[in-house]
């Protein structure tokens, strides 16, 4: 079982093999610093869904806001005379933080399996970066959100001084409690104005598979 | 020639003792009187209590702090009624470490410290060195023993590799007083001695063998096993086996051994005629080889629950190295290939065949020792493969295989000391692997499994043998209060994004046939304050007694920015209903599609 002079085969063979081990160590460590130190970008985190292309062109309206009733004139209405479609829309600002939108329990919704798509109009004479707003879908239990998705319209191609349209499309989960809330809205975050306008929030009910 | 090898095995032995006494001390020094950091804390305090009790209270239980048994972890009990110190373990771990008890005696009168009745830190500290040199001394007689087959290059570096590659690192550095690393030295020395023996023919080595042997035993019954070896060691012929099974058999050699096994198993028969009246006792109680006509040959190898291979990848090595000794036809190959398998047939027959808290499968590690011939023999086929591209990439494989165990032992397992995974969760063990800094970065959490085998993954106080879907043991929901807990996990432990959903799938029994009234529930906490939670009842799919029924269900965990929340999964029994959950598995989505 002897064999002559191993030590000068054991350097020649285990060199590579520590080297491709230091090399293997100093990866991991690489990979460990830049998984420390990445600044976690939020968009990044945010999900998107799309509803299957065979719900399209139905749909029961279950709410929209058109902003027409009001009277502009008034400070309180929060009402602008600019609007997409006809004269009036609502203002959002640092106090009108959340615009209408959809407030349902799910004891109200019909079916099992169900999507619904909401759609707005977004106006701002900012810069896109400082358009803080976003229209989100959630909802709610006992002050508890869960299933949160939103569109920022910052991260949005999406364009100053022009009506843009916003879309969110939500799959409705099956919910603990059925007394729980679907929401949907506008929420600005920002500190100047925007205006939004003809929200509507159509539901798109799928018979499940058999 | 020679005259370089004396030196650099001098050197080499010297600084090995340096290093092992520097970082055992070093691993110990967060260690407290009374914690699982102390070498003489639980299963450890159950091998050394043998020592205290015979000098300090004579084994007389009125003498001892009464709750002695509680602050040192359980490893032996005080029993007040019967006024008995009750241990399972034998002595022999206590009859080696005794010369350091009695020293560590000396010392503390000599200096004028407190021997806290062989409790304090010194005593814990001599332990440590006890371990060391122990270790030290096996790895020595393993290299003299090796001398006789390769040529000093290979036996120093198999030695090295088999300390620092192994879980002998762990066992002798950190665990020292398990009975590990004192069964590796005695098996060391008896391969030493039988060599000497077989080369000399040496009646002193005989008794020497005959010493150790029974040392060994007592250690560990199990190690009778190294007996083989007597018989098969390097026997070219089964010619060869039959005499030495005639030489063993003369009245002067087997007599001779006889009465050494009665004087070394003296000193635990007169305990066990003190603990139970009967000479011979049988201390594991309910535990033993219950395993044995289904032994967990598959979980004992390749479980992530302290698994021989994924915890020591190494023994890769010493099995291709047994393997090419058998094809190449080398003498030994089939004597270590035969104690081999015998050892995973006794670890594997044993009712708890990942041996509790332990870091891979502890009682293999005397048996590297035997182990060592077919690793220097791989490692010398190793240095003449002809191909630099195998050779590194074998070799890659080795340095590997002992970082892997370095960075795990060093980097997590001394401080958790206990794995808590499911048999079959690789889930857990990657992330832990991740979590030692092998591999990088750390993946959030995907899974969570129980199959309630490992206790110390065990929910409830006791798991059920009543009924049982996978392995030996399930658990019954019909626990006081009507909540059985399953599965929790604080918020925090995923690290950030939060799952959005996760999905819960248990095996459900019930053996009466009337409706239950359970259901498996969901909870998200704050405090003790229900922040969310959903339910599924059981009733609906338990539709048959005596049938294990699949129960699943989707939970959603909600949109929270709190990372002290707390998610718990518990089954609900409020009529306490005879209900059984087993095989268990959690499943996290991070994303809603």
């Known amino acids: 079982m002897t064999e002559h002079n191993p030590t000068r085969r054991f350097f020649f063979a285990a060199l590579p093999a520590m080297i491709l081990l230091g090399i293997f160590i100093l990866f991991n460590y690489y990979r460990s610093y830049q998984d420390t130190h990445q600044t976690n970008n939020p968009y990044a985190l945010l999900q998107r869904e799309h509803m299957p292309e065979v719900s399209e062109g139905l749909g029961k309206i279950l709410s929209s806001y058109d902003f027409e009733s009001g009277n502009a004139n008034n400070n309180l209405s929060h009402l602008a005379f600019s609007g997409h479609t006809e004269k009036q829309s609502l203002k959002m600002s640092a106090q009108v933080q959340f615009s209408p939108g959809l407030w349902i329990k799910f004891k109200d919704l019909p079916g099992d399996s169900a999507w619904i798509r909401a759609t707005g109009y977004a106006w701002f004479s900012c810069r896109v970066s400082e358009a803080k707003c976003s229209l989100v879908a959630t909802c709610n239990h006992n002050g508890i959100n869960y299933k949160y998705m939103s569109v920022p319209i910052e991260n949005e191609a999406v364009k100053p001084y022009q009506w843009n349209k916003i879309s969110i499309d939500y799959h409705i989960p099956p919910a603990p409690d059925r007394e729980d809330v679907l929401q949907v809205y506008f929420w600005y975050r920002g500190q100047g104005e925007m205006l939004v306008d003809d929200i509507e929030i159509k539901l798109f009910v799928h018979d499940k598979p058999k | 020639m020679k005259w370089r090898n004396k030196v650099i095995q001098h050197y080499f032995f010297y600084i090995l003792f340096c290093a092992s006494l520097a970082l055992t001390w070093y691993f110990h020094k967060d260690a407290t009187r009374y914690s699982d950091r102390n070498e003489l804390w639980s299963d450890r305090a159950g091998y050394y209590i043998y020592l205290p009790a015979t000098i300090f209270y004579h084994f007389d239980t009125r ?161 009778i096993l190294l007996g083989f070896l007597f018989f098969t060691w390097d026997a070219a012929s089964p010619a060869g086996c039959l005499k030495r099974i005639k030489q063993f058999l003369k009245p002067s050699y087997i007599l001779c051994f006889l009465a050494i096994l009665f004087i070394v198993f003296l000193p635990q028969l ?249 259901s498996l529930n969901y909870t998200m906490n704050q405090g003790t304050k229900v922040l969310f939670g959903d339910e599924q009842p059981l009733d609906s799919v338990l539709h048959h007694p005596l049938t294990w029924s699949k129960v699943a269900k989707t939970f959603i965990i909600p949109d929270v920015n709190d990372s002290s929340l707390l998610i718990s999964v518990f089954i609900h029994n409020p009529k306490g209903t005879p209900v059984f959950i087993d095989d268990l598995r959690v499943k996290f989505h991070y994303k809603w599609n």
């Open chain 2, 270 to 518: 007169i305990y066990w005629k003190y603990l139970s009246g009967s000479w011979i006792h049988f201390s594991y109680r309910d535990e033993g080889f219950t395993n044995l006509l289904h032994p967990r040959i598959l979980e004992v190898l390749f479980s992530p629950v302290n698994g021989l291979i994924p915890y020591t990848p190494l023994i890769l090595f010493f099995l291709a190295g047994t393997g090419m000794m058998i094809i190449h036809r080398k003498p030994n190959g089939w004597p270590v290939a035969v104690v081999f398998l015998m050892v995973i047939l006794v670890s594997a027959s044993w009712k708890m065949w990942y041996f509790g808290c332990s870091f891979g499968q502890r009682p293999f590690i005397e048996y590297y020792a035997v182990m060592a011939v077919p690793f220097a023999y791989f490692t010398i086929s190793l240095f003449n493969s002809r191909s630099l591209l195998v050779k590194t990439i074998l070799f890659f494989f080795v340095f590997f295989f002992v970082y892997f165990n370095l960075r795990y032992t060093v980097s997590l397992y001394r401080f958790e000391r206990c794995y808590y995974g499911s048999t079959w969760d690789w889930d857990h063990y990657f992330r832990s692997v991740e979590r030692a800094g092998v591999i990088s970065p750390v993946r959030q959490v995907q899974s969570f499994e129980n199959d309630f085998e490992n206790l110390a993954l065990c929910p409830v106080f006791k798991p059920s043998r009543v009924f049982t879907r996978s392995g030996i043991y399930s658990i019954s929901a019909c626990g006081k209060g009507g909540h059985t807990p399953l599965f929790s996990i604080r918020l925090n432990d995923f690290g950030y994004p939060y799952p959005k959903m996760m999905e819960v799938e248990a095996w459900v029994l019930k053996p009466g046939s009337r409706l239950t009234a359970t």
């Open chain 2, 63 to 223: 003498k001892m702090p009464v709750d002695l048994d509680v602050k040192t972890g359980g490893g032996f009990s005080i029993d007040t009624l019967r006024n008995k110190i009750d241990t399972k373990y034998t002595c022999g771990v206590a009859l080696m470490a005794a010369p350091f008890f009695l020293a560590s005696g000396v010392i503390s009168r000599m200096a004028g410290y407190d021997s806290e009745s062989g409790f304090s830190m010194l005593y814990m500290r001599m332990m440590s060195l006890a371990a060391v040199i122990y270790l030290f001394l096996g790895l020595w007689f393993l290299k003299r023993f090796l001398d006789h087959y390769f040529q000093a290059f290979v036996s120093f570096f198999v030695i090295t590799l088999i300390f620092i590659g192994t879980n002998l690192f762990y066992y002798s550095l950190i665990d020292g007083m398990m009975s590990h690393v004192y069964s590796f030295f005695l098996f060391a020395l008896f391969l030493f001695a039988l060599k000497k023996h077989q080369i000399s023919g040496s009646y002193r080595y005989f008794i020497l063998l005959a010493i150790t042997l029974s040392l060994a035993i007592l250690i560990r019954p199990t190690n």
